[in-house]
C-alpha cells in the first residue's frame, strides 16, 4: 500500500504539543479522505471515519518500530505501528523534504569531516558549487546540494534527528 499525503497545511505558530495540520491522504494514488490535528496533543482526525480503519489494519501489517528508549531489562522497547505513526511519519517527511528544499536553494549543506552537518551561505550558490575544490575547500565529506535529492533528505533527516 502506497499512502501519501497532499495539498499539507502546516500551523507552526498554534503546534503546542503535536503538530497542527491538515493533509490529504491519498492511498495507492486515489484521494481517501483527510487527516488532521489541532496542535494541542491528542490523536489526529481522519475524515472519513473508515480511512482511521483502513490505516489501522494497513499499521497492522507493518513491523515494530524499535525505539531508543530500552525497557526496564535494558531492552530496546518496541512501538505497533498504528494510523496516528503512519500520519505522523509522513507528516515528518514532509516537513523535512519542505525545510530541505528551503534550505538547499540559499546554502550550501555538507557533512564535514567531524561528521556534522553543516551550512555555509555563499553568495553565488551556483557558482561555488561548480568550484573544483569545493569539497576541499569546505572540508567536506558530502555536499548535500550535489546528490540526489532523496539521498540527500535521508542524510538531512539522520542529521537533525
Known amino acids: 500500500m502506497?499512502?501519501?499525503?497532499?495539498?499539507?497545511?502546516?500551523?507552526?505558530?498554534?503546534?503546542?504539543?503535536?503538530?497542527?495540520?491538515?493533509?490529504?491522504?491519498?492511498?495507492?494514488g486515489k484521494r481517501a479522505g483527510t487527516a488532521s490535528n489541532d496542535g494541542h496533543g491528542g490523536c489526529n482526525r481522519y475524515s472519513p471515519n473508515t480511512l482511521y480503519a483502513t490505516l489501522n489494519e494497513y499499521a497492522e501489517t507493518l513491523p515494530p518500530i524499535v525505539s531508543r528508549y530500552l525497557d526496564g531489562n535494558g531492552k530496546p522497547m518496541l512501538l505497533e505501528h498504528d494510523a496516528d505513526i503512519l500520519i505522523g511519519d509522513l507528516f515528518n517527511y514532509w516537513l523535512h523534504s519542505r525545510d530541505l528544499k528551503k534550505s538547499l536553494s540559499k546554502s550550501i549543506l555538507f557533512i564535514g569531516e567531524d561528521g556534522k552537518l553543516w551550512r555555509s551561505k555563499q553568495t553565488d550558490l551556483k557558482a561555488a558549487l561548480s568550484h573544483a575544490d569545493?569539497?576541499?575547500?569546505?572540508?567536506?565529506?558530502?555536499?548535500?546540494?550535489?546528490?540526489?535529492?532523496?539521498?540527500?533528505?535521508?542524510i538531512y533527516q539522520g542529521a537533525t534527528a
Not at 500551523?11 to 503546542?16: D, I, K, P
Not at 569545493?134 to 535521508?154: H, T, V
Request: aromatic share 12%.
Open 2 to 28: 502506497n499512502i501519501t499525503l497532499k495539498n499539507v497545511k502546516f500551523s507552526e505558530f498554534a503546534s503546542q504539543e503535536t503538530n497542527c495540520f491538515e493533509a490529504t491522504v491519498y492511498i495507492d
Open 134 to 154: 569545493i569539497y576541499k575547500k569546505l572540508k567536506a565529506k558530502q555536499i548535500l546540494n550535489l546528490l540526489p535529492f532523496n539521498a540527500a533528505l535521508k
